[in-house]
């Protein structure tokens, strides 16, 4: 699998900017990248508050939805997004993915909410989910959620051989993408995927820093801190090269409830 993670300068508040932006990503890596992910809440913009955020939510099935789809169709690419998501009177931070035909393979609601701002607009999701591409079965996170050894294992328990966490990491926090995102890939013998927003936002400055991370946790692809898409392959042979060598999921004797 040829990935690519769309590091971007946000366009806050501005759907309609951010979609042009992820079209003209999309076409340019067009028959070059199997998949295209984009950082947390790349819809809206991570730091819009609560009231543009509410405003600005959609359903899964609503007109950005479609627009990503369509682009999913033109370029036959598969594209990760985030988006502030409606469903009923709750919202949730969310990522949903298309396939090369447009038509919807999995949508992951953010399970652990770091801070007051966000408990205060989403309800945490509740499940992993996951969904297959090419030879490759892959698993949503966002942001706080990969910074648990647990969330990744259990996506690794539930089959995943790449992880794919949209994020949207200040500088002041830059040692989780440095240090953090190899280790959580070579501890559950995964793929792992860090998209990060570049710039400033509102108060924010973003880490950038995204990577695309082995099973054995060498670095294959690592972002600056501006705008740009980074690229690597993904081998399956990978994989079960890793986890022969250091089979920590076999050989542990611990659950989430103690020794085993």
């Given at each position: 699998?040829?990935?690519?993670?769309?590091q971007?300068?946000?366009?806050?508040?501005?759907?309609?900017?951010q979609?042009?932006?992820l079209?003209?990503v999309?076409?340019d890596?067009a028959?070059?990248?199997?998949?295209?992910?984009t950082?947390?809440?790349f819809?809206?913009?991570?730091r819009?508050?609560?009231?543009?955020?509410?405003?600005?939510?959609?359903?899964a099935?609503?007109?950005?939805?479609?627009?990503?789809?369509?682009?999913?169709?033109?370029?036959?690419?598969?594209?990760?997004?985030?988006?502030?998501?409606?469903?009923?009177?709750?919202?949730?931070?969310?990522?949903?993915?298309?396939?090369g035909?447009?038509?919807p393979?999995?949508?992951?609601?953010?399970i652990h909410?770091?801070?007051?701002?966000e408990?205060a607009?989403?309800?945490p999701?509740d499940?992993?989910v996951?969904?297959?591409?090419?030879?490759f079965?892959?698993?949503?996170l966002?942001?706080?959620?990969?910074?648990?050894p647990?969330?990744?294992?259990a996506?690794?328990?539930?089959?995943?051989?790449l992880v794919?966490a949209?994020?949207?990491?200040r500088q002041h926090w830059?040692?989780i993408?440095?240090?953090?995102?190899p280790?959580?890939?070579?501890e559950?013998g995964?793929y792992?995927?860090?998209?990060?927003q570049?710039g400033?936002?509102?108060d924010?400055?973003?880490?950038g820093?995204?990577?695309?991370?082995a099973?054995?946790g060498s670095?294959?692809a690592?972002a600056?801190?501006g705008?740009?898409?980074i690229?690597a392959?993904?081998e399956?042979?990978?994989?079960s090269?890793?986890?022969?060598?250091l089979?920590?999921?076999?050989?542990?004797?611990?659950?989430l409830?103690?020794?085993?």
């Amino acid at each position: 699998m040829r990935l690519a993670l769309f590091q971007n300068d946000c366009h806050p508040g501005d759907p309609a900017g951010q979609l042009g932006a992820l079209a003209r990503v999309a076409r340019d890596w067009a028959g070059r990248a199997d998949l295209l992910v984009t950082p947390e809440l790349f819809m809206t913009g991570y730091r819009i508050g609560a009231e543009a955020t509410r405003h600005l939510a959609e359903p899964a099935s609503g007109p950005f939805a479609d627009g990503v789809a369509a682009l999913a169709r033109e370029t036959g690419m598969a594209i990760l997004y985030g988006f502030p998501e409606r469903d009923g009177a709750r919202l949730y931070n969310s990522a949903q993915v298309f396939d090369g035909a447009g038509q919807p393979l999995a949508l992951y609601r953010k399970i652990h909410l770091p801070n007051d701002e966000e408990r205060a607009i989403f309800t945490p999701g509740d499940r992993i989910v996951t969904f297959d591409l090419l030879a490759f079965r892959v698993a949503p996170l966002i942001c706080y959620d990969v910074e648990f050894p647990e969330s990744v294992r259990a996506c690794a328990a539930a089959g995943a051989d790449l992880v794919l966490a949209p994020t949207a990491l200040r500088q002041h926090w830059r040692q989780i993408a440095e240090m953090m995102m190899p280790v959580r890939a070579l501890e559950s013998g995964v793929y792992l995927a860090y998209c990060n927003q570049a710039g400033v936002e509102a108060d924010w400055a973003y880490a950038g820093l995204s990577c695309i991370c082995a099973p054995d946790g060498s670095v294959l692809a690592r972002a600056g801190s501006g705008a740009e898409v980074i690229v690597a392959t993904l081998e399956r042979a990978a994989i079960s090269a890793a986890r022969s060598r250091l089979p920590y999921r076999q050989d542990g004797r611990f659950s989430l409830s103690g020794p085993n």
